[in-house]
Structures are given as structure tokens and as C-alpha cells.
T-cell receptor, first 114, second 112 residues
């Protein structure tokens, strides 16, 4: 069984400030981990994913996430928030390889304050 | 390469009617997944299909819901005798083989 917990359903940051969105997972096997972004009334867009190898993963739009096995975490960060980053972000987990039954977290809405 | 296409984008039905949601995967993708997103919630897996086969339907409600992915044409998610609780956004995703899933824009179903 696998699950994802996203701490904080709403996060507000000032433009130019650090963005930190938290994600903790539970999985019986080493998982694949994903971050998706959803803009209003749109589908999900993949930001980045971790499968194997380097634990620091860089994605699109300046985002990155680090897989920390000891903490079962996969937090999403961006050094400097931009107004266009305002959206909802979903962390997701799936079993490694093969068929992907992806389990999503409940999402974090990011507000960027000018 | 066009992305995953879903239609209609918005669908309004009265209680008891049928809803048909369509999903055209990206070119070259043979795997389709359906998810449901209720207001203020994350996406919940419903069903995973390959061409002409249902691989995993563990997330599908036992009644009124069905899905297909025929050899030709889009994948269809069908909801019979809709109820107000079916109001949600339904997302389709596709992937080549069993890799990263690419999502469509969703169909927002409103049941009156």
C-alpha cells in the first residue's frame, strides 16, 4: 500500500521568496515520486519525477525536489517565487517500474503575494 | 504532437441521465488512465486500460460506472443514472508503455 501526505493545503509566499511545499510518503517498496502542477480549470502538468539515481531532481520552471529516504520525504522547492507559480501542486507516488497505479496527495494551493 | 484530448470540457446532466466522457490519448500512447477529482480533493484513481482491455478497475464504483478503450477511437468513461455525488472533474491520462502519465484538461461534470 502507498500513500502521500501533503502538509498544508494552502501556502502563501511573497514574490521572490523561497517556495517550500512539503510531501511525505508511505510505501512498502522504494517508490517513484512525482510533483504535478494544476492551474485553474486545467489538467495536471508534470513538474518533475524521481525514479532512481540522483536524489536531487530538477524540474521545469525552476523547481526541484529532493528524495530523502530516511525522512520518507520529497519536498518541492523553488528559490524565488514568481507570480505565475500560483497554482495547486500535487505530490504523487507509484510503485517502481511496470504498471503505475499513481496515488495522489490532496494538493497544496500556492498563493504568491506581490 | 497534440496532447491528451478530452471532450466535452464541461457537461451538465440531470439526475438519472447518462454521462459519456471521451479521451483521446497522445499519439503513440496505448495506456489510458481515468481519475476523478472531487472539489477540494486530490485525484483518485478509477481505472487503467490498454487497447481493448481493462487492466485495473479497482477504483471504479461497482455500479453505474464503466470504461472502455476500443481498438479504434477514444476511450470512453460512461456513468449511467448520474447522481449529484457524481459531480466532479474527470481526468484522463495516457502513457507510452508504462511510463510517465500525461494528463488531459479534464471534463467537469455537473449533475443538477
Amino acid at each position: 500500500a502507498q500513500s502521500v501526505t501533503q502538509l498544508g493545503s494552502h501556502v502563501s509566499v511573497s514574490e521572490g521568496a523561497l517556495v517550500l511545499l512539503r510531501c511525505n510518503y508511505s510505501s512498502s517498496v522504494p517508490p517513484y515520486l512525482f510533483w504535478y502542477v494544476q492551474y485553474p480549470n486545467q489538467g495536471l502538468q508534470l513538474l518533475l519525477k524521481y525514479t532512481t539515481g540522483a536524489t536531487l531532481v530538477k524540474g521545469i520552471n525552476g523547481f526541484e525536489a529532493e528524495f530523502k529516504k530516511s525522512e520518507t520525504s520529497f519536498h518541492l522547492t523553488k528559490p524565488s517565487a514568481h507570480m505565475s507559480d500560483a497554482a495547486e501542486y500535487f505530490c504523487a507516488v507509484s510503485p517502481p517500474g511496470g504498471y503505475q497505479k499513481v496515488t495522489f496527495g490532496t494538493g497544496t494551493k500556492l498563493q504568491v503575494i506581490p | 504532437n497534440a496532447g491528451v484530448m478530452q471532450n466535452p470540457r464541461h457537461l451538465v446532466r440531470r439526475r438519472g441521465q447518462e454521462a459519456r466522457l471521451r479521451c483521446s490519448p497522445m499519439k503513440g500512447h496505448s495506456h489510458v488512465y481515468w481519475y476523478r477529482q472531487l472539489p477540494e480533493e486530490g485525484l483518485k484513481f478509477m481505472v487503467y486500460l490498454q487497447k481493448e482491455n481493462i487492466i485495473d478497475e479497482s477504483g471504479m464504483p461497482k455500479e453505474r460506472f464503466s470504461a472502455e478503450f476500443p481498438k479504434e477511437g477514444p476511450s470512453i468513461l460512461r456513468i449511467q443514472q448520474v447522481v449529484r455525488g457524481d459531480s466532479a472533474a474527470y481526468f484522463c491520462a495516457s502513457s507510452p508503455m508504462e511510463e510517465t502519465q500525461y494528463f488531459g484538461p479534464g471534463t467537469r461534470l455537473l449533475v443538477l
